[in-house]
DNA sequence: CTGTTAGCGCCTTCAT
DNA sequence: ATGAAGGCGCTAACAG
């Protein structure tokens, strides 16, 4: 289906007697053309509602001003907020963004990548499916020069910036948040292995149990989906088991609400009968609160943050250097007794 | 800056020896070609790592392919959810989406649409802000014939369709939830009701009040503006109150948050000294389940049936309908005891 | 079935 | 300080 026939530059220019060269110069604010020329234009783009049509002028520059984002889901509140980051930095900045769901799946991130390709971004940001083992597909952009950022779940394999939080730091104080609270066995819900935010989750918890000098029992660490379901399953197999343990680190917010909601299920009070930290977001902890204390990071802070990075890239065309930013973690603590 | 230059359909042409139009119509399925030649084309595409230019094909077609959602914030679940909505059909209709967030301001809105505009996009699908009183920016779309859909949030000055959840019916449910409950006196902390569906949710929950031969009574029917301070400042209102109700209506869930918390806060049981009903979302009552009823509405829902009507329009062309569609809430109970 | 031609709206040399 | 001309990559007539 065709549009009406819309304004071009040339109407302007005809109505002005004037060619349409200078009409799109005016209109870019060129140095060489003269004030007066330009006022003449502006005011005749208004009067006529001149809208630019940036498919052509995009064209022309192969240069869309555009940024895409590829992001697991954007219903979770982590990368919800992300993109408010990435969209607020990128507008101030001229840019708009395109989003890209890949569902968590491999095979629709390949799909994101062709979809971005094709509208020819001119970078893009990203955090990977949790099931993406192979990273083929984004050479897409590699190999073609378009600017490349990753943030939270980042990809070591290929050689470009990233911007992730202190998923290390946090999982230490989270442990070690417990151990000063008094509880004898802390449990680890964990995520996936594979990818490198619930590995230094994972790290973090061990070093802070191995400087207190706890003994790691094997079978207190779980590692989990990020299911509903699944997160419910190790739940039961921490909680049900006769002697549980009295405390629980909880690598994400589903662990942590699937921990929550089950321990209420069989009657535990928190953190009386059990003691719990979530790895979580702003949202999140204001519902739960105040039953648990969390760890908590900024989607929106990563969000800019590598945006600000991706289009240092875009711009200075420094190629593309591997710089890795580290973000903080922070401790809120919710819980009022002491154990 | 420059993209490298890339592979086109010429380039194909060339290595194939057959004209431009040839591999442009073999790409896209053209039934004047044969087999043997789309086949030829496409493995010698693949070969050269072809990737068409949607930019171009744009600008020859001017169809873009792609719709624009203007929504008042991503973050929230009910809006992300939508997207999710939008984003899944229109993607298995060979669509992209593209996302604004007006940040519940009518001038970002403004913006909003100057944007989606100068991408061309097919179809604009839009949930208004807060404070949006002038719909002239939307004329941007409707004069130019570029089809448009409300949903949640709608315009009624505006003859265009629109998918909106049955907030009367909410209202009505919630309200009559809490009478067989036993409740005597039913506040309602409520919405702007300068928006329909804050208008929508109190007439339904009056409804029920009257239908009950309730007495109305004024101050238990707070207005409250969409923010986490707003709603505490209402909850105080009516829980501080010497003769305060017994149970409340919360017409969002930022309303029914600050319920339960300032609730908590000076030591009153959900549902025991105070039953609460809450218009809500899925994840915001896995969260604070199992202690509140709540009215569900599926954002997910919502931006489907929108996105569906939005093509419709696109594809039949058959001139701006306007239609309405209701979609269902569901009353889902979780307070256990009986009062 | 395939090729030729023209042009979408804009920007950018090159000329004046 | 401004015009003229060409082309970005693709597709839609119109011819065969």
């Known amino acids: ?8 530059i040339h109407d302007i220019a005809k109505a002005l007697n004037i060619s349409g060269s200078t009409v799109s110069r005016a209109l870019n604010d060129n140095s060489r053309i003269s004030e007066k020329t330009k006022k003449a234009v502006r005011d005749m783009a208004k009067q006529l509602g001149y809208q630019p049509n940036a498919l052509a002028s995009n064209l022309r520059t192969s240069c869309t001003k555009t940024i895409g984002v590829i992001i697991p889901r954007i219903s979770r509140f982590f990368f ?7 969209e607020e930095l990128a507008r101030t900045r001229g840019y708009s963004v395109i989003i890209c769901q890949s569902n968590d799946q491999e095979s629709r991130e390949v799909d994101c990548t062709k979809t971005l ?3 020819r971004v001119d970078g893009v940001i990203s955090s990977i499916a949790i099931n993406t083992v ?3 597909h984004y050479k897409t952009f590699t190999s073609r020069n378009i600017p490349l950022v990753f943030f939270d779940r980042v990809c070591d394999e290929l050689e470009t910036s990233q911007v992730v939080v202190d998923d290390f730091k946090g999982g230490f104080l989270a442990a070690e948040h417990l151990i000063s609270k008094g509880c004898k066995r802390i449990a680890h819900l964990g995520g996936p292995q594979h990818l490198n935010i619930y590995i230094n989750r994972l790290q973090g918890y061990l070093k802070a149990l191995r400087k207190h000098d706890f003994e790691i029992e094997e079978d207190l660490i779980i590692e989990s989906l990020l299911t509903r379901e699944d997160g419910k399953e190790g739940a039961k197999r921490l909680l049900d088991s006769p002697n549980r343990p009295d405390a629980i680190f909880a690598a994400n917010d589903i662990s942590a609400l699937s921990i929550i909601l089950y321990a209420k299920e069989i009657g535990l009070r928190i953190p009386e009968d059990l003691a719990v930290v979530g790895f979580s977001n702003e949202p999140f902890s204001e519902f739960v609160s105040p039953s648990i204390t969390t760890i908590e990071q900024s989607g929106f802070d990563v969000g800019t943050k590598a945006t600000e990075l991706l289009l240092d890239i875009i711009t200075n065309k420094t190629g593309n250097h591997q710089e890795t930013i580290v973000l903080p973690v922070k401790l809120i603590e919710r819980e009022s007794s002491n154990r």
Do not use: L, P, R, Y
């Open 1 to 8: 289906m065709k549009k009406e026939s819309n304004i071009t």
């Open 80 to 86: 919800s907020s992300a993109i408010t980051g990435i």
């Open 117 to 119: 390709f094709a509208s």
């Open 134 to 136: 192979n990273f083929d």
